[in-house]
T-cell receptor, first 110, second 111 residues
Framework: NAGVTQTPKFRVLKTGQSMTLLCAQD?????MYWYRQDPGMGLRLIHY???????AKGEVPDGYNVSRLKKQNFLLGLESAAPSQTSVYFC?????????FGQGTRLTVV | SQQGEEDPQALSIQEGENATMNCSYK?????LQWYRQNSGRGLVHLIL?????REKHSGRLRVTLDTSKKSSSLLITASRAADTASYFC???????????FGEGTQLTVNP
């Protein structure tokens, strides 16, 4: 039982490049979330999903897209990376009440 | 703007003292949760309090919830150096399934 696994753990992108962050959970949770955390700040919700095939916008969705084709996977895409998207990205899954977090992806856009 | 706001932003205490952190939120909630984050790591769930509860205990943690004031507090008793971390409140809103976090309190416990 691995919990929530994020890949990759680190990435450096050039401005304008695209990439996809993968979040995988093996707990059969319905709800999944993508957050970004900037230095000294809390987590801001980017997008979330309440089940396979569903997605919804969070607080800061611009510049990101998501997909939940399979229940266990939640993908976060950056179509054209910008320096403002330099951040640490966390994925979480939730069933009933407790959220379980991945270890984060540190993304730098230069 | 974020749903939850914590204060203080930073708290420094000596080992053995109690630490109190506060959280305010804006909308109606199903529950409020507290999480801990060690530097550079993911968040770990500490305790949950439902909207119909006023107080909850778990070990050295005590959480209170005042829905009329839309606020919560987390008390850590007899703090230890290992309690040094950032603490975040999170609310699950009644209007949907969004789980939103406050900006956190950085707690430093000095040995």
């Amino acid at each position: 039982n691995a919990g929530v696994t994020q890949t990759p753990k680190f990435r450096v992108l050039k401005t304008g490049q695209s990439m996809t962050l993968l979040c995988a959970q093996d707990m059969n949770h319905e709800y999944m979330y993508w957050y970004r955390q900037d230095p000294g700040m809390g987590l801001r919700l980017i997008h979330y999903s309440v089940g396979e095939g569903t997605t919804a916008k969070g607080e800061v969705p611009d510049g990101y897209n998501v997909s939940r084709l399979k229940k266990q996977n939640f993908l976060l895409g950056l179509e054209s990376a910008a320096p403002s998207q330099t951040s640490v990205y966390f994925c979480a899954s939730l069933q009933y009440t407790e959220a379980f977090f991945g270890q984060g992806t540190r993304l730098t856009v230069v | 703007s974020q749903q939850g706001e914590e204060d203080p932003q930073a708290l420094s205490i000596q080992e053995g003292e109690n630490a109190t952190m506060n959280c305010s939120y804006k909308t109606s909630i199903n529950n409020l949760q507290w999480y801990r984050q060690n530097s550079g790591r993911g968040l770990v769930h500490l305790i949950l309090i439902r909207s119909n509860e006023r107080e909850k205990h778990s070990g050295r943690l005590r959480v209170t919830l005042d829905t009329s004031k839309k606020s919560s507090s987390l008390l850590i008793t007899a703090s230890r150096a290992a309690d040094t971390a950032s603490y975040f409140c999170a609310t699950e809103e009644t209007s949907g399934s969004r789980l939103t976090f406050g900006e956190g309190t950085q707690l430093t416990v000095n040995p």
